[in-house]
């Protein structure tokens, strides 16, 4: 039986949601374990725009200069139909979001994201997770990933 590791989080996922709440909650002082069964960087292959609204949480951890400099802003959207029909629309400027988007391949977004959470505090473990590890009450505890047990009271 493996010895497990206790943190007061441990997040399963190391994608943009992933590791922002890794990055919000060690930067709050929480011990958290960030999973991902992907050594980083890593692609994917869709989610590659940052919306006006992720560029905002990408400021507040750190990260937005470097998603500016190595991304392409755009300030309109076109859509297309499979019939050949198409629209554009700009990008308003509305809540006190940016009025534009940025196109950075996830490559490059996920990675930094990841490194915003490592900086603050997280620890990374390229692991996949098998399991839900349950305490006696039959609540989640953790998770079971390779020989390791990651164990939190918030998993």
Same mark, same amino acid.
């Given at each position: ?38 050594? +980083? ?30 991304? +392409? ?33 996830? +490559? ?15 620890? +990374? ?31």
């Amino acid at each position: 039986m493996p010895t497990p590791i206790h943190s007061d989080v441990v997040v399963v996922g190391a994608g943009p949601a992933g590791s922002a709440l890794a990055y919000f909650l060690a930067a709050a002082g929480r011990s958290v374990r960030l999973l991902d069964k992907a050594a +980083f960087p890593r692609d994917k292959t869709c989610g590659d725009g940052l919306s006006p609204r992720a560029l905002r949480v990408l400021k507040q951890i750190g990260a937005l200069d470097d998603v500016l400099a190595a991304g +392409f802003r755009i300030t309109q959207l076109k859509l297309f139909a499979p019939d050949g029909g198409w629209f554009a629309s700009p990008i308003p400027a509305q809540d006190g979001l940016a009025d534009f988007a940025v196109v950075l391949p996830r +490559f490059q977004s996920d990675d930094l994201i990841r490194r915003r959470a490592l900086a603050a505090g997280a620890a +990374f473990h390229h692991v996949g997770v098998s399991d839900v590890v349950r305490d006696a009450a039959g609540r989640v505890a953790g998770v079971r990933a390779g020989a390791d047990e990651f164990r939190a009271p918030v998993t």
